[in-house]
DNA sequence: CATGAATGAGTTTTCATTCAT
DNA sequence: AATGAATGAAAACTCATTCAT
């Protein structure tokens, strides 16, 4: 990869929001294959139609542009979050069903995944900068806490777990079988996402919150 | 930080296991703490009593003491998991105790933790690259395996979940606490390392585990 | 030699070309001067008015930057073969005149001597890599081609010689004499460039050829 | 190739005069295959039952060894020099003796040539340094010598041809053939060295001794 | 004579960032 | 908004040579 900017430039766009857009989808992919440091500005700049000064031009720095990937990452995850609805089930089958979406959320978003693991290397010092982030707490956990008190309520669930324990409860799991995906698979020879097992996972982690809910 | 060599030349030792050492151990904590290519093999010279020439003498390149470095976490890991020793408890007991034990280790080992998501993050390719590590299946199945059967022969485990399984449903919620403390502090305001809550969580992994597992 | 840059801003100029030729020249008679390995990167960078960093924007590597010298200085040498004309003499006079006129390129071109004899040191690996070398015949060897169908139709010269063969014992002899002065000069104490029997040299090269292609 | 010694200490051996040589040998391959810069000392200890330290020992430095190889590569051409028996041929025959000879000779010694190249390359300023090289004539100058004094007397040789610039002439093609190989076979697709071919260019040197020495 | 360990100075290469146009 | 050229600082890596045993 030289550092000359080879960009042909007859198809270069002037939409200031879709150079934006393709330069953050462009970066989202390269910081989650290769870390904070491992990602290259020059290599971003020449997976996009634009350039690396656009990039400069729009996010001032690499810190700003991979806080801005953070961010935008973030807001993907919680607006699926904010589209779940499991009011007209049962408390049981809503938990159930929540631990299932999130499931598949967590495994068509990778790229997120891959986010939080590499901000997470850096003690989340940048998502701690944003302005946005930070105490913007998720809309899974209402939904959550909803289920909780309609199940405590009516009686079948407990009522020494608290919501956010919940979403750590399903979180690891979810986050785990995509994270630990390479070494888990290199040491074990098991492919946590080999589809033949997929269905399995996924009712094993309902169970997993069922049983751990459920009052007895 | 200087390119200049500035270790004192004074109290450098002439003990080639100690200076090796030395340097896994340094090599160890700063990857831990940067990512591979966040850390500097400058800085992990200068942390240690020898020159960046020792390190490319004993470990040829970056990429050859980050291997080490990941074997060394890998060894210590494991042979913890040799000395465990439940099988004087009942099956249920022992899953129990073998979780509990597990969060303490990884309680105790966030470096390993650090280094095993990074190496996710590079897709587990220097891992694959090691001669001793992929295959070479972790001792902590065997015991699991161990606890299944007689579980399994006194009736009172379910025979639908393996080993493999029950390694992946600990290992997810206590890499979980550890890997992705950070950003759920963030996020949360929770700190999952909070002292006052170890008890919550340790019980809380333990009963995850027993309700899973337990023959209804 | 420091590793600092510290060519002078001032005049920096803001001229691709030049800048390239610039770098292409220094670096020319830095390899001609030391051999590949024996180059310095940070010493063409100083004869240069650019800096180091220039030389891998515009070339890569250092050896990126050594076949292009290489390219350069066969293409040099290619366009003065193409500007050859001894058409317009008889078949024998045209091989003297040639001859001569070999001599008196390489006397001149004693870098892209050097280069030649770098280069084969490394076994022409280099040479081999280039995309426009090899394979690319010399001009020259479409002169000499012409010249024998001439002499041959007309009678006075050898049949059983070819045009390959003829310019080697051109170059073997016009080589020699750049390639090999200073052991020669070190052991026998003559220097075959001395100026007083260039002469003497030019006529024994022509003379040879003469010799060795007229039909008896 | 690492930095460490790696040589297995069971054969090593006692013999001062042997690994003297030993170390010659090896020496003379990788400065004839790298170069003078391009070699390196780890390299050669690394393929000598030796190590590091006794180069030191018996060179002093890489370029005491070098110079040893260069003197040693000398010696060996000058012993075979002095073997050459063409007094028993008539002037004539003696020189085209000779040339093929020597053609002989540099196609069985390509290392020597390599060496004589690199040399060249530094301006012979090694040789220079030596103490039994330089002013050391050829022994085979006096057999030239010789042959032209007897072929004046005989009224069969040319007078204004000596015996310096008929060894340049010869020189000049055996050397070039060796030399120049790589890139001529990589420019040309000829190989000089090709057996097939050997008989042709051997014939073709003695042709052009001969044509060139002999009274019209 | 022999050797594994160690070293300092240098050498190539990389990278985020900025400038002139 | 856009761009090719340029830059400084630092990062990885190398190598001849020496030391302690």
Redesign the pocket.
């Known amino acids: 990869?030289s550092?000359?900017?080879?960009?042909p430039?007859a198809d270069?766009?002037?939409?200031?929001q879709r150079?934006r857009a393709e330069i953050l989808d462009v970066a989202t992919s390269e910081f989650a294959a290769n870390g904070y440091?491992?990602?290259?500005?020059?290599?971003i700049?020449a997976k996009t139609?634009?350039?690396?000064?656009?990039?400069?031009?729009y996010f001032?720095?690499?810190?700003?542009?991979y806080l801005a990937v953070l961010e935008q990452a973030y807001s993907v995850i919680r607006s699926l979050e904010s589209g779940l609805d499991v009011e007209h089930l049962d408390p049981l089958a809503a938990l159930r069903e929540l631990a299932e979406l999130t499931f598949d959320h967590h495994e068509s978003h990778p790229d997120f995944i891959r986010l939080v693991s590499i901000e997470n290397i850096h003690g989340a010092k940048h998502l701690a900068q944003s302005e946005m982030l930070p105490g913007l707490s998720a809309p899974v956990l209402d939904v959550i806490g909803r289920i909780l008190e309609r199940g405590r309520a009516a009686g079948v669930l407990r009522e020494d777990v608290d919501a956010l324990d919940v979403h750590m409860l399903i979180s690891s799991y979810c986050v785990f079988r995509i994270a630990n995906r390479h070494t888990f698979s290199t040491i074990f020879g098991r492919d946590l996402l080999d589809p033949g097992r997929r269905e399995h996972y996924r009712t094993m982690l309902g169970d997993l919150v069922v049983e751990h809910l459920a009052r007895r």
């Open positions: 990869m550092t000359r900017e080879t960009a430039a270069r766009v002037r939409d200031p150079t440091a491992g990602a290259r500005v020059d290599e700049a139609r634009t350039t690396k000064r656009m990039i400069y031009y001032e720095s690499k810190q700003g542009l």
